[in-house]
């Protein structure tokens, strides 16, 4: 079970693009999350797909998400 405080690191255009980005942080074993998942199906200009991850985590995944853009 997850404890630690989740923040965004990232928002994106469409859910692919979240889904993609959180394969590449889990890869690395790290959890994650996306936020607004269904509700950005339907209305993604207004609530953009977000990643989150555990706070500690936070600048590892951004590192990983830049090194595969």
Do not use: C, W
């Amino acid at each position: 079970m997850q404890t630690q405080e989740l923040v965004v690191i990232a928002e994106f255009n469409s859910y692919l693009e979240a889904e993609l980005a959180k394969s590449i942080v889990a890869s690395a074993g790290i959890y994650t999350e996306i936020r607004n998942e269904y509700m950005s199906t339907a209305y993604a200009v207004a609530i953009p797909p977000q990643l989150l991850v555990p706070y500690d985590d936070a600048e590892q995944a951004k590192t990983l998400l830049r090194l595969h853009p």
